[in-house]
């Protein structure tokens, strides 16, 4: 190995941990068990043993038959060794990993300077989400979607350097990860190899059509077909006030946030090319981004009309990739635009220190940012949270999980999830009556679950006021057989531990 070489890689691999332990501050720390892992976990320990759950299989498997990522998860932890904790925890330093190397590289095939690049990176450590959508550009915790991202946008890359059958093995690699991430990437892809690759239209062409026959005959003569059924309102209910689920109902500045996305893409794009410096893919992955924006504002009256696929695919996700590029586009144009016809000496001299100047600011408004999240905003929470954090209600989610049986059926707050850090379904392994964020979020995939979870809720009313004769009447109707508490109620007391008591219900 040359000293170049040696120094080269030195220098790939501390950039690269800067930038992943800058987007773990961005998300105000990496923690375990949080926010969508209280649904996708369960999941993984119902795929590794299905005695689990018994009463709540039918809810986790709303979502859960739609994805192999679960499978795959609990066969891979079953069959290595491997904690659970710990392949997550490596599954999302890999999907940032990824995702910079994938940022890196199509940077690079836009800008002159690695400095830009460098400032593209940077850039994208600044996590958001994308307006009024269910998506962040990166999160705080380990989810599929998050590596199948990371996956296309290598993909994308790939393109970039003409390597064409890479890019779709890894888009599809990001499908079968998570399928309505990679879904909008391979929408992307084909939009770009159309233009990239004219020799391949007529054999792309019959491809997408027929993969369009399959797709609609499985839709009329198979199950799947109840996904085109009308939502009614009994089924919109537990979740009608997710904004990221109907996004015809937008406010006017959610609409210019997200279409102001690819009028940048394809801004830049028509600049270099009027000045020269557009390199043929650039076609392709403008192309691309105008696509996805047509298939969202296509799927629009669908939404509308509450057809349930479509309601399903939440095709507002389309922005997640479309940001990236907007983000790539705009770094290039603050480190280098610059027109031709205004170029001189001078002016070259002080453009090189732009891209320079602007990877400094953006390092230190990632750092700042990443400081005030962990500092200021959230000073309890560790830089690395790699297991439950050890708190009164994970210790007596525990006790549960060792001492009751199996199917033992525990009633809790319904927003115990946020409220107390996890879920009951996660800390105690056991089936809980309903947790109102995450089961409201399934419902929009089974209309079953949608009236279970909504009757439930009701059922429940003010939790804060619930007194045991309430108690005793909700065990009876719903089958429960523990109480899970943080107040003194005259019930069969069988556990408590700081705030939290397990009271015995039937």
């Known amino acids: 190995m040359t000293w170049r070489l040696a120094t080269r890689l030195a220098a790939s691999t501390v950039g690269g941990a800067l930038l992943v332990a800058l987007a773990i501050a961005n998300a105000a ?22 005695a689990l759950y018994p009463r709540d299989a039918t809810l986790l498997q709303a979502q859960g038959r739609l994805m192999v990522s679960d499978e795959l998860t609990a066969w891979i932890v079953a069959h290595t060794g491997l ?15 990824l995702l910079f190397t994938a940022v890196w590289l199509l940077a690079r095939r836009l800008a002159a300077s690695r400095w830009t690049a460098a400032a593209a990176c940077l850039a994208v450590t600044l996590r958001h989400r994308i307006t009024e959508t269910g998506a962040n550009t990166f999160e705080g915790y380990y989810h599929p979607r998050g590596l199948a991202f990371a996956c296309g946008a290598l993909g994308a890359a790939a393109m970039a350097r003409d390597r064409v059958g890479t890019a779709w093995g890894l888009v599809a690699l990001a499908t079968v990860l998570h399928p309505t991430t990679g879904v909008w990437w391979a929408v992307w892809l084909v ?5 990239v690759r004219p020799q391949w239209r007529r054999h792309l062409t019959a491809a997408t059509m027929a993969a369009a026959a399959l797709a609609g005959a499985a839709l009329l003569f198979t199950s799947m077909g109840g996904r085109l059924r009308v939502m009614d309102a009994a089924w919109i209910l537990p979740f009608a006030s997710k904004d990221y689920v109907f996004p015809n109902a937008w406010p006017l500045g959610a609409w210019f946030a997200n279409l102001i996305l690819p009028v940048v893409v394809v801004a830049v794009w028509r600049w270099r090319v009027r000045e020269g410096r557009a390199a043929p893919w650039e076609a392709g992955m403008a192309a691309g981004v105008v696509v996805l924006t047509a298939t969202f504002l296509l799927s629009l009256p669908f939404i509308a009309a509450h057809v349930a696929l479509a309601v399903q695919l939440q095709t507002s996700r389309i922005f997640w990739v479309v940001d990236l590029f907007a983000v790539l586009s705009m770094t290039w144009a603050l480190a280098e635009a610059v027109s031709a016809a205004a170029a001189t000496p001078a002016g070259s001299r002080a453009r090189a220190w732009r891209p320079v100047a602007l990877t400094v600011v953006l390092l230190v408004a990632s750092a700042a940012r990443g400081l005030y999240g962990l500092g200021v905003e959230h000073p309890e929470r560790a830089f690395v949270q790699a297991t439950l954090k050890e708190t009164d209600w994970v210790r007596v989610g525990r006790w ?10 525990v009633l809790a707050d319904p927003d115990h999830d946020w409220k107390f850090g996890h879920s009951v379904r996660l800390t105690a392994q056991r089936d809980v009556l309903v947790e109102g964020v995450k089961d409201a979020a399934v419902s929009l995939y089974d209309r079953d679950v949608a009236t279970r ?15 045991a004769p309430r108690a005793r009447v909700l065990a009876q109707q719903f089958d429960l057989d523990l109480l899970l508490i943080d107040r003194d109620l005259p019930l069969p007391e069988l556990h408590r531990d700081g705030r939290f008591r397990v009271y015995r219900l039937q």
């Open 83 to 97: 904690s659970i904790e710990a392949l997550f925890l490596a599954g999302h330093l890999a999907s940032l990993a």
């Open 400 to 409: 549960i999980a060792i001492h009751r049986p199996i199917d033992a059926h």
């Open 453 to 467: 979870v909504q009757a439930r809720l009701e059922a429940i009313g003010d939790f804060s006021s619930l007194d």
């Open 191 to 195: 939009a770009a190899t159309f233009v």
């Open 29 to 50: 720390g990496y923690r375990f068990g949080v926010s969508d892992q209280a649904f996708y976990l369960p999941s993984i320990l119902y795929a590794g043993d299905h």
